[in-house]
Nanobody, 124 residues
């Protein structure tokens, strides 16, 4: 699966962005999809994930109540709607996919395919 992340940009604190992850090669209806982020000097961290069926979602504590992950199978695209953005949300955001599996969505090592990243900068 080839993944292309887009939608990042510069936004003021309190603003919103919607990231998109367009997939090619295989249908995302057969894959769990995740979003991760990495700030300079920090490790890549989990943000949100959605199961292959769309029936299960999971969020990092920092994202709960502000971010929403979704997927549009006919468009073969996953999304991350980010509201009430904070300066600490500034990072490069990556989408990833994996074959469905039991267990946590949190670990980068469980994902097989990664997009190239899109930069999100939140100014105070």
């Amino acid at each position: 699966v080839q993944l292309q992340a887009s939608g990042g940009g510069l936004v003021q604190a309190g603003g919103s962005l919607r990231l998109a992850c367009a997939a090619a090669g295989r249908s995302i209806s057969n894959y769990d999809m995740g979003w991760f982020r990495q700030a300079p000097g920090k490790e890549r961290e989990f943000v949100a994930a959605i199961s292959w069926s769309g029936g299960t979602t999971d969020y990092a504590d920092s994202a709960k109540g502000r971010f929403t992950i979704s997927k549009d199978n006919p468009k073969n695209t996953a999304y991350l709607q980010m509201n009430s953005l904070k300066p600490e949300d500034t990072a490069t955001y990556y989408c990833a996919s994996r074959a469905p599996r039991v267990g946590s969505y949190y670990y980068t090592s469980t994902y097989s395919f990664w997009g190239q990243g899109t930069q999100v900068t939140v100014s105070s």
